[in-house]
């Protein structure tokens, strides 16, 4: 799920007629003051990061005057919230808030109902894992027709929301899932819906997420990545990311596992096929090493495809080794992957004397592709252990082997 920022889908909740508050995005102090200034009035300041809980963290402040936002935007400026940098802020007009409601659409894949569902509540402002069952209405979408008015008044009604707020109440619920619909939504989340004093209704804040299949229909959002990250994607996700656009011979993906490989025990890790991927990460935890990355070169992707992933792969500083954990017995010719492999280490070992690698080819070609390898690496200044089908099954060998060449590059490098 790709998550678009608060004030993206206030833009989009907007577009479809539900009332938002007045503001604008500010990446510097004196923009956020500018945009108070323009406000004139008290405002609250925003932290636009894709994580949750900003209030609690101190991310949502108040300023009655625009010396005030502007310093609390440059001390929410280059806050951390979750994993995430702020980089902008949203500057808004403060409501006079009389009552806060939840509205949320997200899909129900369970098989008695798979469809979208809308969720309202009367106990907006925290999170609707956190609100008693009693106080949660559901009702299921007909994704043909969308709401209907009168389904959304029976649901504010029952909830409970008081008559002169009724109409605007279930007018928002409504085209909330009109907006749910039009941008191929996984979530979209209206919490708090403001009821503010003077009796409107108003989004007061956003959560909108998009279903990674269906980014490509919506370029004007920007998405670089169809992914939720655990945090902001870095250089090495954006590189992984971009391997399998412009190339589809096979399939070639990366990504980060951490970001801070400050501990010793990070392995680059590149894995042939998702089955091996998962007994490669055991093979390594087993023995208390750590894949400071995830990577996938498979359905027989040409050797050009398999040296970038290498490459990306061994980019890493901070690792301590590199597997090649082909544990499969692939039926694509394997030297595709010899020949990708030998260049990439060619080029880095130079780089890294005595770096521990451990490969693990087998399938079609096989012989031939070991040949290659063993050929290529030769005399390279590595500490290389090449292994196939014999091997494929046995993933504590193929593990304590690793830890084995990382515990002498260990005591080599500390002499
Ligand atoms: P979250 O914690 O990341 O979900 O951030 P929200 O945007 O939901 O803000 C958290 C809380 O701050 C809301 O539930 C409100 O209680 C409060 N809040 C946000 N905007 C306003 C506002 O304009 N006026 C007032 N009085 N409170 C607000
Ligand atoms: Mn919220």
Redo the contacts with the bound molecule.
Sequence with gaps: MARLF?HEGKRFLADAGIAV?RGGVASTPKEAYDVARRMGKPV?V?AQVW???????G??R?ADTPEEAENLAGAILGMEVGRFPVRTVLV??????EK?YYVGVIPDFSRHVRSPVVIFSTE???NIEDVPQDKILKSRIDYAKGLPLYDALDMASSAGVPNKSLQEVARVTARTVDVFKKYDCRILEI??L?LTRDGKVIA??C?MGIDDNAVFRHPEMGITIPREFPWEPTEFDVVGWGIDETDFRGSGFAMKMTVDEVSPGFIGFHAIGGGAAMVGMDALSRVGLKPANFADTSGNPVASKVYRVAKLVLSQPNIEGYLLAGFIIANQEQWHHAHGIVRALREELPNRPGFPCVLLLAGNKEEESLQILREGLGGLPGRIEIYGSDRVEDSDFVGGRMLALVEEYRKEKAR
Excluded: C, H, T
């Design positions: 608060e508050p609250v925003k994580a949750g809980g900003r209030g609690k963290a991310a949502v108040f808004e007009e403060k409501l006079d808030i806060e907006g402002g925290m919490n708090p403001i007061g804040d959560r």
